[in-house]
């Protein structure tokens, strides 16, 4: 890599990224339901009927983006939008039959690769990466959250 240091961890992430994207795509082959979205239906279908706050908070999403895809959802009649009996002034994102029809189709197919992925992992090993992705997460928000005032703590290691 460049004169800078071998890649981060961060790289690592981006470049694992692009292969569970590629995964997601071949899995959701010949159905309907763009890979991107696939989160916002697995969401909802396995959570909701949620608020697009309460989505965004799930998601770890920024609301606007939240609110745009689930619009998406919508307009392909996947989702619907439902009183919130708790607050009058919000609503609830819920699945349409289509929509939980369309998650029934799509879901095992993932779910077969993502096991898939599991299994040639290991238990132990599969666990530990769970573990530290969680530690990954927390330690990406204590850095944004830090004072940046000063240098960062490594400048030999960048993405």
Do not use: C
Not at 36 to 43: G, L
Not at 62 to 80: D, Y
Not at 118 to 124: D, V
């Amino acid at each position: 890599m460049a004169a800078t240091g071998p890649p981060t961890i961060l790289f690592e992430v981006f470049w694992t990224q692009q292969k569970r994207k590629r995964l997601l795509e071949v899995a959701l082959a010949g159905i309907d339901l763009p890979p991107e979205d696939y989160p916002f239906y697995v969401t909802i279908g396995a959570d909701g009927p949620l608020t697009p706050t309460r989505m965004a908070e799930i998601l770890d999403m920024p609301l606007s983006t939240v609110v745009f895809r689930v619009r998406r959802l919508e307009r392909r009649g996947h989702a619907e939008r439902i009183d919130n009996p708790d607050d009058g002034r919000s609503f609830l994102i819920s699945l349409t039959p289509a929509g939980k029809s369309l998650l029934n189709k799509a879901r095992p197919r993932f779910r077969r690769y993502a096991e898939g992925v599991e299994s040639r992992l290991g238990k132990a090993k599969t666990n530990a990466i769970g573990s530290g992705l969680v530690e990954l997460r927390t330690a990406i928000d204590e850095e944004l959250s830090a004072d940046r005032t000063s240098a960062p703590r490594s400048a030999a290691r960048r993405a």
